[in-house]
């Protein structure tokens, strides 16, 4: 009886255990190719998965969350933040000031409003040097803006300079 006793103790610690480390890290969540779409650095990443861990560790057992009644909402209470960062920003449309024959990474764009964008990711060899053309730099999740110099050409990812 003794030895039931204890073996069942051992079994109930090492799942409560499992059951409160449940995090799994962004590198095991992701592939390969999605890792390097999102472009963060070794240090970014283990900012994420250490503020990813301490959120999951403290939120509450989910039968604690349905037992809570929902608090009203007070009318002055300002909404909350976009759940895409970025996506709340409209696009950027402006003309190049000079030609465009392409791009690559380091690519600088200086455009008739004054702003600057640098190609980070794409390129792009045009048959055909576009004088002054009219482009748009266009806001995507997490804070990433991408230009289109045409909408049937790839955009390139870009951030902003000035």
């Known amino acids: 009886m003794r030895r039931f006793l204890l073996s069942a103790l051992l079994v109930a610690s090492s799942f409560a ?10 590198e095991q969540r992701l592939n390969a190719a999605q890792l390097a779409e999102v472009g963060l650095s070794p240090a970014q990443l283990q ?8 959120a999951e560790s403290a939120a509450p057992a989910p039968a604690a969350v349905a037992a809570q009644p929902a608090a009203p909402v007070p009318a002055n209470v300002p909404a909350p933040a976009a759940m895409h ?16 024959a392409g791009w690559e990474p380091g690519t600088v764009f200086t455009l008739d409003n004054g ?17 002054a053309p009219q482009i748009e730099v266009i806001p995507g999740i997490a804070g990433r803006w ?9 955009k390139a990812r870009v951030f902003r300079l000035r």
């Not at 900012?47 to 301490?54: C, G, H, Q, S």
């Not at 709340?88 to 000031?97: F, I, K, L, S, Y």
């Not at 702003?115 to 980070?120: D, F, G, I, Y």
């Not at 990711?121 to 055909?128: E, T, V």
């Open 17 to 26: 255990a499992t059951a409160q480390d449940r995090f799994v890290p962004v």
């Open 146 to 154: 991408f230009l289109q110099v045409d909408e049937d050409l790839p």
């Open 85 to 100: 960062l970025g996506l709340e920003e409209g696009p950027v449309t402006a003309r190049v000031v000079g030609d465009v």
């Open 47 to 54: 900012a994420l998965n250490r503020v990813l861990r301490e």
């Open 115 to 131: 702003q600057q964008w640098q190609v980070m990711k794409g390129q792009m060899k045009l048959r055909k040097t576009l004088q």
